[in-house]
């Protein structure tokens, strides 16, 4: 059964043996940040800090920060298991004969409760401030040294396409910069700052903008999800939880929100005003800058009754986010295989940081394939932002990083296997030669075939002969080893 709200999500996280609380005050300035770094890296549990300095309320953090975590959260035994849902409903055909429409009428009425709900209202509604609040009641953490603030790091931020209506929920942080401001990191890439140009290009002169924070863990989940524009989180949300998520109307903008969040921030962006933000201590390990971006300001804030506080923290890998990507990679490979079908698996390790380095296994059928597969997820949603690329036979094990390289680096004649290409950059790479645009590369790490124009034998990887094995299986018990 679902969680109902993100208190659910604290107590299965307690039974599980996966949180800590930390019952005496610690400093949202740094020392939070100092526990959760400290306690992702040596597999430590979730932590829920009871009495954050200058704060009655709670901070949760790592609450993902493991693969044990995000399959608590997920409501599964491996992330596989919604891999194959969403490969039932790919490979879903039109039914024949009677006893075939029947069999497909529970797959059809579970499809129905994806769809999220509208309610009247809910527990974020059970306290209403339209005065007198002050974004600094919040315990937002400032995470690292350098950090021009404080920052919310774990905002489902809500806002409407002008031309359909429909709603996008992304996750962009937020620099606190006094009572009632923020900073809105709507890097240009995103649907966010889509919504931004087009209401601006229209003439508007404000976009309304809701903040939820808090919620049950696959609606929090669903805000980071790589999903094509205009396909409504809330409703993969449903899916994964196999319920509809309740979405109630804000106080003052026109805009619906999950009922079951722990705060709401409602208010709008005066379209044109921007405001220097950063520095940030971000995902690659290293400081994004300071650069101009819109400000969001706060009308309204609702909240439960006793809330906590969710958020996260990025920094030197690995950290909570590399694992909340993991799951990403495990879920969507399905939908990855059925643009790119040669693709056997993908394995995005922690020290790439997402959009620096992906190995790509394939079944080869004609030459040149492994310069298909690079330029296709090169074409392929946020994949695009992929720097390097690096593609072996489907006899390799991607997710084994140690033989992966072994391998490709044996396989590779540099100048003939490693292909330039230009394209868009993530926005936080202070690497490329330009912001949002820069070189990246993939390999050809396959077994060259005469067809490519390779003339020389190529030798097999050493092996023991099986029976071999297992005759020495039984000696080398014998030899007490």
Known sequence: M?????????????KAGELKRIPFEV???????????????????????????????????????????????LEVEKFQDIADRITDYLQMQMPQGLMGKLSMLPKLAEMGSFFPKKVASGA?????????????DIPVLKCWPQD?????????????????????????????????????????????????????????????????????????????LPLPPDLDEMMIAGFLRRKPVDMVSCETVDIEVPANSEFVLEGYVELGETRTEGPFGDHTGFYSLEDEYPVFHVTCVTHRKNPVYATTIVGPPPMEDYFM??????????????????????????????????LVSIRKSYPMQARKVMHAIWGLGQAMFTKCIV?????????????????????????????????????????????????????DATRKWPEEGFTRPWPDVITMPADVKQRVDAMWKKAGL
């Open 27 to 73: 400093d949202p300035e740094l020392e939070i940040t100092e526990f959760a770094d400290r306690s992702v890296k040596q597999n430590g549990p979730a932590l829920l800090f009871e009495k954050p300095k200058g704060s009655n309320v709670p901070v949760l953090i790592n609450a993902f920060a493991s693969q044990r975590r995000m399959e608590i959260a």
């Open 2 to 14: 679902a969680y109902s709200d993100l208190r659910g999500f604290i107590d299965a996280l307690d």
């Open 325 to 358: 990507g993991k799951a990403i990679e495990r879920i969507f490979l399905p939908l990855m295989r059925l643009q790119i079908p040669e693709i056997r698996d993908i394995c995005m390790p922690a020290e790439g940081i997402f959009h620096n380095l992906m």
């Open 124 to 136: 974020c509604k059970e306290v209403i401030r339209k005065d007198g609040f002050s974004l600094r």
């Open 148 to 224: 021009g603030g404080p920052f919310i790091t774990l905002p489902m931020v809500f806002t409407k396409n002008p031309e359909t209506g429909k709603r996008n929920c992304g996750m962009y942080r937020m620099q606190v910069y006094d009572e009632r401001t923020t900073g809105m990191h709507w890097q240009t890439h995103k649907q966010g700052t889509e919504h931004y140009r087009r209401r601006f290009k229209a003439g508007e002169k404000r976009m309304d903008v809701a903040v939820a924070i808090g919620a049950d863990p696959a609606v929090m989940y669903s805000a980071i």
């Open 391 to 443: 593609v072996v036979d489907d006899t390799v094990d991607v997710q084994n990083v140690s033989e992966t390289a072994w391998k490709a680096l044996n396989n590779i004649d540099p100048q003939r296997d490693i292909e330039f290409a230009m394209g868009p950059i993530d926005s936080l790479d202070h690497s490329s030669r330009m912001a949002n645009w820069g070189s990246k590369f993939g390999i």
